[in-house]
């Protein structure tokens, strides 16, 4: 294939804004199948995909949820959320971040070109990498190397060297008046140099897909090629075309400088701020293999979270009208991951982990509230939830384009809501069950470190005391504990309204990460 160059100009000319309304190039998209084009158009300065095209090269879905006002892209066996004016989308519960949010025109939605890379590829399972010079999109792991070159007159022969990444095997042979340099590739993302000694070299040239042709002029006489290899993967190919008449030394292969690639800024994350509640996760701690804390008299945690949670539920649904789901309905086996991802995908407005307490000491007892600490996770984490930063930083990986929101950070936004929440659930639970002398708390609770959202962790009692698993099981303390959950829903969401006080941080637990 040839060099794009000519898209590369588009591009550059496309990004200065309205005033150069051309539109871009199409993207080319090479796979084990074969190559398709890919228009994009430019929608506020962003090249964009139109999800229809998207939906018919990588067998998608598209669901547009009217009521919630999102697109739901289905891939394979993920599902994709987009929401408008968001652009940050979770992919199978994960965050990750886009340079824009989807854009609509009439009945059509399109996404910025990244989407490819950072939401569709860990989606599929797929590798898929976004070439945006060269406007590129390799799917599957099909190899396309970079192939830079350039020629210099070395006293009596022409040397081209070709910097090519990542390295790839080739052969390089003499066809009559051509040398041939054949890369075992599908095809070649090629930059090359314009001939500038034609008695040697009178063109250099892509044939085939994946080689290099140099047409020889007229004083070729031999040549010779060599491979050095370069740094990062990349190696370099060198083919001295020597002239007629000549016998002098020729100089030693230069030596290997790393080839530079331009990095291009990672993008930044746009956090909206938390709105009205409209869903919320319940989360019934354990279950499954994880039966959580045994209380003296046979009593298992898993099955006091999951009959509070069911209780949640119904009384949420009555009484505030707002959609909850369970991380579990039943007694199976969820990570801890995997409860704070349904969160995310379900674009939760908030998250409650409900377990029983343990202790050592029999008499330990009361219920305790919690909150993420974020000492485990690292001063960005503590710098994101004192709003010294407007945005999340996020990780990629190398070369690749994707990115993805440490998993780490996505509840550090909410640390201040999570707070107030805790302190309403910890002054409505005093109203109506015995309460721990330090009833609210902070810890590194794993199960709350990725959700996107105001989340809170509540041991309702010590199941290891004999009275407490009583009443654990008891349906007046079940009630209680529901209305009083209840409650300090409906007040943190009042207060929502009004303007948010300053909430100091309170003591922590030291070491706990699975309640
Ligand atoms: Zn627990």
Known sequence: MFLLRTGALLLALGSIGAQAPSPPAPYTVLSAEGRRPLPTRLINNQEMFALDDLTKLFELTVREDNLAGGLTVTAGAQSIVLTPGQSLASVGGRLISLPAPPARDGRSWFVPVDFVSRALAPALGKTIELRKPSRLILVGGVRVPRVSGNVELVGPLARLTLEVAPQTPHSVTQEGARIVVKFEAEALDAALPAPSAPELIQNIRVADGASVVV?????????????????????????????????AATPAPPAVTPPTAPAEPPPLLDIPPV???????????????????????????KNVTLSVARRLKAALEA????????????????????????????????????????????SATGAEVFYLSLEEYGDQAQRVARGETEALPVFGGGTRDIEVILWEMAQARYIEESAMLAREVEAS????????????????????????????????????NADQERQLVSDGFQTSIVQSLVDSIIRYRDKLAAPRPAVPATGRAGGVFRP
């Open 275 to 301: 709105g009205g509640l409209r869903t919320i996760v319940v989360d019934a701690g354990h279950g499954g293999a994880e039966d959580g804390a045994h209380g003296p008299g046979g009593t298992l945690e």
């Open 319 to 362: 009484r505030l009208g707002v959609r909850v789901i369970l991380t579990r309905d039943a007694d199976v086996t969820v990570e801890l991951d995997e409860r704070a991802a349904l969160a995310n995908n379900n674009k939760a407005d908030l998250f409650v982990s409900l377990h029983a307490n343990a202790s050592v000491r029999a």
């Open 429 to 464: 639970l005093r109203e109506k069950v015995p309460m721990s002398p330090r009833a609210i708390q902070q810890a590194p609770f794993r199960v709350l470190v990725g959700a996107n959202m105001p989340a809170v962790l509540v041991e309702m009692g010590f199941i290891s």
């Open 215 to 247: 047409d020889l002029g007229p004083r070729f006489a031999s040549y010779r090629s060599s491979d050095v290899p370069g740094e990062r993967g990349a190696g370099r190919v060198i083919v001295d075309v020597i002239a007629q008449s000549t016998t």
